[in-house]
């Protein structure tokens, strides 16, 4: 059983910066994918950005340049530092780790950010 448990989100002013933290247990494959996205009210969940084993990212357009995602494969933690925060970021943001059998998802943590 994997579990994913994300932490950080919360209340940021336009501008702002906030870290998310995401940390995976259980039986993980050593090869796998993880990443952050996003679903904001009335809008479907969108990819934000992700990382592999070996530090390959990929970010949305949105996100280049203000957003860098990183993990620590010893922890099975990824992390999204998040500067230059817009209203429009504000979403629920969810964690999730791709492996070859399955994919995972964490429970969500609220970004809100005032303009």
């Known amino acids: 059983q994997v579990q994913l448990v994300e932490s950080g989100g919360g209340l940021a002013q336009a501008g702002g910066s906030l870290r998310l933290s995401c940390q995976a247990s259980?039986?993980?494959?050593?090869?796998?994918?993880m990443g952050w996205y996003r679903q904001a009210p009335g809008k479907e969940r969108e990819l934000v950005a992700t990382i592999t084993t070996f530090g390959g990212t990929i970010y949305a357009t949105s996100a280049r340049g203000r957003f860098t995602i990183s993990r620590d494969n010893a922890k099975n933690t990824v992390y999204l530092q998040m500067n230059s925060l817009k209203p429009e970021d504000a979403a629920v943001y969810y964690c999730?780790?791709?492996?070859?059998?399955?994919?995972?998802w964490g429970q969500g943590t609220q970004v809100t950010v005032s303009s």
């Open positions: 999730k780790l791709e492996t070859a059998n399955n994919d995972y």
């Open positions: 259980g039986s993980i494959f050593s090869a796998n994918v």
